[in-house]
């Protein structure tokens, strides 16, 4: 999945909030970046792996922040299914 697809997919956006949203089973895709502290990363990665979630590293968190329409960066956007 690219990363111009965050622009119109129902997301979640943010460490936390994605990491809740995986936990329910919401998720189809993650995006983590790759430059995010680890002990930020680390949970959803695991949580991902756990899952069954594909996951995402090839974009800055400022990357990110940009696809997912918000003004600051983001360790973390969740595509929603």
């Given at each position: 999945?690219e990363?111009?697809?965050l622009t119109?997919?129902n997301?979640?956006i943010?460490?936390?909030q994605?990491a809740k ?5 919401e998720?189809?895709?993650?995006f983590?970046?790759?430059n995010?502290d680890d ?5 959803i ?5 756990a ?5 995402n ?6 990357e ?5 329409k918000?003004?600051v960066?983001?360790?973390a956007?969740?595509?929603l299914?």
């Amino acid at each position: 999945m690219e990363i111009e697809r965050l622009t119109t997919a129902n997301k979640t956006i943010g460490a936390k909030q994605t990491a809740k949203a995986i936990a329910r089973g919401e998720v189809d895709m993650v995006f983590v970046a790759n430059n995010s502290d680890d002990r930020v990363i680390l949970p959803i990665i695991e949580l991902c792996e756990a899952n069954g979630v594909p996951i995402n590293q090839e974009y800055s968190m400022e990357e990110l922040g940009k696809a997912g329409k918000i003004k600051v960066k983001a360790a973390a956007v969740g595509v929603l299914r």
